[in-house]
Structure formats: structure tokens, C-alpha cells
């Protein structure tokens, strides 16, 4: 059973009494929340259950009370279970058995209240709406069963006109954790319940417009709007009604009468359909989200009852051949996965966390959502509408744990339950101007089902094309979708030919992937879609900016959706200490750990740095170099519909971070999907010597709902010259000590110390910067990433068995086989270091001093066998240069694969904000390209650290150590060292990001075995 007495889906629009009130929108005053407070009752374990609450004179005062909406897992009833991929044990997974739940594990949460019937509802029909409940709940009013619901993401109606009496009236919902629905409901996300969205009642005449919608296109020169509107009618009464429907449709301020429809309303449902054409219409799209207002009346000669508006958008989602279009031109997507979620109250998201999310969105630069994997509340449309996104609606079907086991497949069993999902979002959601696209669902195997689906979504709205990955034999979906498609099926993709199923496939096919076969001919039709890629998770996403040239570069790439949005973490405070908590923290069973976390934001809405690279790659204003040294750069306009007269371009030069020339000039009106060349006015004459850049920024000249005026879009940057000053060593004599293999140094104003090969201290004029507890010694090992875990995500227990641990263990058995020293022919003096460790040879380092206590270091290794994570050196630093700054790319987070949202500038800051606090701890902060960096005290005072002119390195410095960042599960864990850590790096590997949970780097972003990696550096005092 999936639902008793529940009403039909259709669009939300509530009746209003003037035609003044329908327009300006608003709560209507035949709508009554029951959100708030209920009484609530919890049970585990249902083998018996019982069933006095339902009556209607129950004394329920000694219960606990509950927000509704809310989700009891979260309130301290049971156990949140984070899955991925499979059910809880409650659900059996045998396929002989399916469904069947051990009710002895199941739970029950019953919710009461009273509410009463507002007088003036009288003779009218009254309905209960849950927006939504999980997983299956019944209801009981007054004592008296009203019905059922399954399908836990789209709402459940009710009419209760038999069942409310005048006066207090009291309603019962009786929720289960898990039933038979639970088996399509797999999705990667939290197993949790309640009543989640808002609950309310409402009424409507005995005549009724009951539902319509409002299906817009545009005509064939994609000019004139042309709107189908079909009208359903519900006579409750038990003879017909004679009445008119008026249409009216109000662009800004003006009011058009469409149409006035007589019709015969007879008892039960009759429909109306008219059609109009609006000349010259607005269109909508994302980048510029037209709507109009569609109002409707329903009246009986001069009596007016009732008031029903939406609005709607014009537009038309074509595949001509195999390439995407909206409104006649080619669409890319830039898209993102969105789970419906926020840490503190799950799926019961706040309502100023969906503006908080597009907002961020279209910060940056995304232009689609799929509401990955199932319907939204109905107030993430109307902001998509309104603010401007593509959306895939997808229906709410998973079944990833099972989907190997003909459910749904072709077992006729579920086919009324998937087609019931599918209309009822469909029915919900068409009338919507951000939807462009219907999706079956996620990763739920292959099988006819999915055709009476696809057929079902048509028959209610065929405007759209339809969406579904797990489509093996490509007949039930427009596209070609893939999930994270490795480089030798993208460049098979890329180029149009056949894709042939491997022995892998069939076993990775088996077990979790739907790798399947693309004939040569399906291109011809069907563009291709990775309706999933760049796994962003915690420290990922990288490589990103290649994906995206592919989909600019290649007209039948369509573009794809990164996984995904946000972080699910589930957040607590215990003792004012603020913990985020992931599988496995609740001590629930079967999880799937911190694979929750795979957002370009976090939980709290904080981005992470991979949000920055998105908002780079992304976006759609690019400056492309010409003659940059007399100031001639092109300006290219990648958007489809709007030019660039609402950016200003801003402007500077930069000589080593330091600006010498800036300005602003208004951006050119370069139209859509064109280009066209502008001159800057600053001049290359007298630039100080150094690395001279030029930015070039597109920034906003007016005010946007999620932006104020002067926001940076987004930025390019050109090498205008490069004239390294040139540095000579200091005059004079460094003195110097050895005692085996312990070097003491003197100069003018500095001291150091060399033991065992190690730099242990650097003092100026008394200020020691270093900390000996961690001296300068070579490092290949970082915290690893959730990517380097690799398939050990899955059991994190076993995590030190994985080989690129063998980097910690030659990191910590480094041992100093030879140090030699020199003195140099200006006075100055050099310590030649050879270390011995496992997996690694030629690994050298040399320091040079001069007398004013500048420190010249040049460090170099090689690997063997397994190849490296990184080389450098890692050293402790006085907590007290506690102040960064460094010119570089920044000013967050980048790695050698995701660096190209970060500006070559000079940037400053706590060294405490260097670091990025990923969910679970692991390699953060490293900053690429770095030219020069200073850690100084409140004073000024500290170190220098620069690269030889035309050279860079990478360094990371934070208040963990690598041991401590590797140990910590979670954030609250870890425990601040007394010193600064800090690594200077000549290379480190990617973090890759094309498959879930590994690194798998493109060559570029590799360390390879038997390569030597070096570079140099200098340390001096900043005073």
C-alpha cells in the first residue's frame, strides 16, 4: 500500500478572495499552519504497538513536545544512520525477502495536536497537507483513521470535510522510521524521520479550481510566448455548476484578460483548456529570469469565488541533434548537486537557508541544481524562479543497495510506487520556470519500470527532456549520462565513438558503478551528460577546470553536475564545544563514515576552497591577453542572453604584489557569445624591477538580491614582465663551530644551529623565529586526504595498512648520514646535508649563510617504488610570528590541480586562518606558487622566506602537526602545539577528485618515481 484517501498531486496554489490579494502573492486566508508544537511519542521496537492515542479524548499532557516541522533523530529519539550505498540492518537485503523490516528494530513517532476550523471555512471543503513525512505515516482526526502516505518527499493531501466539527479538533499522525518505501529511498544521505516540512490545512469552495497548469513555450523563431493553459474543476457539490474561468496574465504592471471560459462544472472533475500568444515576450532563462503573473478567476455570473495565481516563465529546452539548447541557444551546464540539507535540523531546512544557498550559488557562477535525488520543498522553486537556475527535478528513487535485485527493475510489484513518485512530483513542480529537465531517479539499476516512468512524466508535461544514468540500454533517457567518467572514457565521449563494456565494468557494474556500453549512433541524438562529477570531497576537486573546457570546447558535451553542494554534518554542542559529527559518531551500526561530506561548502555554509575554484572555472566573462604590453586584452562574453554593460573592469599592475598603476573603465557592451578587444591606459614605462602582473577583474556596477554592488565575478591575470633585482650576498665572516655532526653558526646579528643535519634554531638580534621540538627536516608525507584513503574510506579502521603510509614511516626514519661544511670564498659558509631513509635516495640539503644571517637552502630527493606525496621540509616556528603574509596565489587554499580560483597576489592573515578545517582532519592550507613569504610578530618582526627570481614553492603552516592532523577523527579532537608548523615544499601531489573517495591524478598533477624534485629558497631576517 502507498497511500489510502489521499488526494491527487497537483500544483500548490491556494485561493485568495480579491484579485488584488492573488497578484501581490502572500499567505492566502483560507491556509492555517499547524506548524509548532505537537506532543510526541516515541517507540523502538513495534512487534506490539499500541493504539489508545488515536482516540480522540486521549491525555497526552505527560508527553514530550515536538517542533513540527523536525525530524526526531535529531531531538534525541534514536539514531541518525548515515549510509551511502546500502540499507540499515532493519531493512533485509535478501532478495527473496524483499521488503521485509525487522519491526523489532523498526521505530514510531506519534504526533499530536489540536487546531480549530476557522468560522468563516464554513460550507467549504477543507483539506490537511503535509509538505512531507518520512517514511509512511497514518492519520487519524478526531478519533477516526483518515488515511495513509508513503513517498516521503512530495506532500500528502487529505480531505477532512467529514471529519472536522466545529470547535477544537484533534489530529494524530502516526509516523514509521521505515517501511516498504524505504527500499526506494537509498539515497547518500542520513536515514532520519519525521514530519519535516510544514504542515497546514486549508479550503476551497464546493466549486473549485482544483489544478492547472501553465505549459509555456516559444515559438519557432523564439519570439512570441505561447502559453496552453488546461484548467481542472472540482465540483463537490451533486449537481452541476455553470461558472467562467478568466485568465489573465500581468507582465510588471500590466494586466492582460487572456480569455473567458464558460464551462459546465459537473459533479466530480471537469477541464478547460485555452491557448494565447504573447508577442515580443520576455523570455526566461537563468541568466535572465523573466516572470509573468497568471492569475485565474472562478465566477458565476458577477460572483467572484475564488482567486488562484502563480508565476510562470517563458522558454523552450531543446536536443537538436545532439546538442543542448535553451531558447535556441547552446546550454552548458554548470551545474551542482544539492542535498536538501542543514546541520542542525537535517531536512527541515530553514527558510533562510535556501536564500543563503542560491545565493552562494550564484556567487558562483553555477547555473544549475539537480536536486540530487529527489524533490525539494516548494520554496527552493519559487527562489529558483525567481533568481534564475536550471533545474533537474529528480524523482524520489534510489535504490542503490538493492538495485541489483530487479527492485524496481521490471517487477510489477513497484511499478505503481515509482509511477506514483513521478506524478506526483511532475504534477507538483510543472508549472515551475526553473524546470528544465524531469529525472527518473539515481542510481537505481535498469528495467522497464523506468519506461512506464519516462512515459508517465510525458504524458503530464512533455516539454522537457528526461534524465536517468542507470538508462543501460539508452531508451529511456535523452542523454548519455555518466558518473565520473575516468580520461580514457571522456576522451572516448569527448571524440563520439563506441564505448564497449570491459571485464571490469561487468564487475565494477556488479558491485557499485553503472559503466555502460554507448553505441557510435546514440551520439547522433543524445547529448552527453556527467550528471555527476568532481567528487568535492572535504579536500578534493581537483582537475576541474579541465572538465570544464571539455564541455566549452566540444558542442555535444552538455555539461554536468558536480557531487555536490553541501557537506552533510551533523552538528552538535556538548559542554560550549561545537562537534561535527558524521557516520559512526552516533553509535549506530552499519555506516559509511565521513563519506557525508563531499560538499564545495560546508555544513555551516562556509565555503571551502574548492567553491572558489567553481566560482573561477565557471564563469562566464573571460579576459584573454593580445598585446598585454601595450594594454590590448579581448573580453569575451560567454553568457547567452545578457551582455557585459553591468560589469565594470578593474584594473591593476602589480610589481611583486606591490600596485603601482590601477584604474577602472567601464566593460565594453560586448553581447552574448562574443568577443571584442579594449585598450587598458596603463603604461610598462619605469616599473620597478620585479614580477610585474596585470589583473584584470570584472566586478559588479549595481546591486543584486544575493550581491552588492562591486562584487568581484571573477578575475585573469597576465606575466607583463619579470626583471629580478638582483641580490648579493652579505660582506663578511660567518663563524662557525662543528662538534660531529652538530654545527654552531654566528654572525652579524644572527645566531643557528645545525643538529643532525637539522636546522633547529634561527635567532635575530636575540629572536629565536624556529622551535627545536620540530626541527628542519626533510618531509614526504601529508595528513592524508580522503582521496589518498582511497578505497579505506570504506573501512577507516584499517587505514594504516595503506601503502602511502610508507611516507610517514620514511618522514619520521630520516636520519642525517653526512653533514659537511665549508667556508666559501666571500665569508660565507655552507653545510651540506646527506640523509639516508627508506624509498627514497639523493636526498640532499644544503644551507648557505651569509654574515648578515641570510640563509640560502637548496633541498632535492627522489623516490623509489611508490611514488611520493610530496618533498620539502617541515619545521617548527615561534608561535609568536603568528601573522602571514605571502605573495602567491591565495588567498585561499590551492593545490597544483585546483589553483586556478586563486590571485597571484600578496595577501595577509592570522596564521591560524591559513588553515582550512575540513569535517574530518587531514591535509589543509597549502598555498601554490608562492614567491615570497613573512611570518612576523605584532611587531613586524620575524622571517623572510623567498624563491630565486622566476621560481615558487609551496608551504602550509598551522598550529597541527602532521601527526595530529593524521590521528584526529574529527575537529574537536585536536590540540594546539606550542609552535608553528610549517612546510616548504618544492612539489606536491594533486587531490585529485575523479572518482568518489580517490585520487586518481592526471599525469601532470602525479609524483614520479625516480624523478628528482629540488628547489630553493631563502630565509633572512624582516625587521
Known sequence: MIGENKEDAHNLALPYDTFDDATAGGDSPYKKSLNGVWKFYWQMGLETMRTDYREAGFDDRTWDNADVPSLWQLNGYGKPVYLCNSYPRVLSAKKSKIPTINQKQNELGVYRRSFTVPANWDGKEIFLHFGAVKAGFFVYLNG????????????????????VKPGENQITAEVFRYTAGTYLEDQDMWFLSGIYREVYIYAENKLCIKDFFAKTSLDETYTDGLLNLEVTLQNYAEKAEDAEVEAWLIDDEK??????????????????????????VRQWSAEVPNLYKLVLVLKQGDKMLSYKSIRIGFKIIEIKGNVLMVNGRRLIIKGVNRHDFDPDHGWAVPRERYYQDLYLMKKANINSIRTSHYPDDLLFYELCDELGFYVMDECDMETHGVRRKDVPGDNPMWKEAVVDRMERMVLRDRNHACVCFWSLGNEAGDGENFMHMRNAALALDNRYPIHYEGDFDLTKSDFISRMYPLRPIVEKLKNQEAIKATVFDTVANALAADNKKVPVEMYKTKPVMYCEFSHAMENSLGNFQEYVDDFEQYEHMCGGYIWDYVDQSIRVVEDGVEKWLYGGDFDEGRTNYYFCANGIIGADRKPHPSYFEVKKVYANIKAHAVDVARGVVQIQNKNLFVSL?????????TVDGAVVQEGTVDSPAVEPLTSKEITLPYSLKSLPTGEALLTVSFVTKTDKPWIEAGYEQTFDQFVLENRPAVKSPAEGKVEFTKSGNTVSLNGNGFAAKIKGGALISLAYDGLETLDAMQPMKPNFFRPLIDNDRSYLNFVPKIVRIHPLYQWDRTSRQIKAARVKVKRLAGGQVQVNVKWLAPF????????????????AVRHCAAGILLPMLKVGLRTGVNPKLDHAKFYGRGPHETYCDRKTG?????????????????????????????????????????IIIEAPAGKDFNFGAGYYSQEKLEAAKHLY???????????IDAAQRGVGGDLPGNTVLHPPYKMHSFKKYSFEFTVSPKK
Open 645 to 653: 554593460e553591468d560589469w565594470m573592469i578593474k584594473w591593476t599592475v
Open 902 to 942: 586563486g590571485k597571484i597576489a600578496v595577501h595577509e592573515m592570522k596564521v591560524a586562518e591559513l588553515e582550512h578545517r575540513y569535517m574530518r582532519p587531514q591535509e589543509n592550507g597549502n598555498r601554490t606558487d608562492v614567491r615570497s613569504l613573512e611570518l612576523t610578530g605584532e611587531d613586524g618582526v620575524g
Open 255 to 280: 494586466q492582460t484578460l487572456i480569455d473567458t471560459v464558460p464551462i459546465q462544472a459537473t459533479p466530480g472533475q471537469s477541464r478547460l483548456a485555452l491557448t494565447h500568444v504573447v508577442e515580443k
Open 973 to 983: 579532537e585536536l590540540k594546539q602545539d606550542p609552535y608553528i608548523t610549517l612546510n
Open 840 to 855: 627514497v635516495y639523493g636526498v640532499r640539503t644544503v644551507y648557505t649563510f651569509d654574515a648578515a644571517g641570510r640563509v
Open 144 to 163: 477516526k483513521k483518515v488515511g495513509y502516505s508513503q513517498g516521503s518527499m512530495t506532500p500528502a493531501e487529505f480531505k477532512i470535510t467529514d471529519f
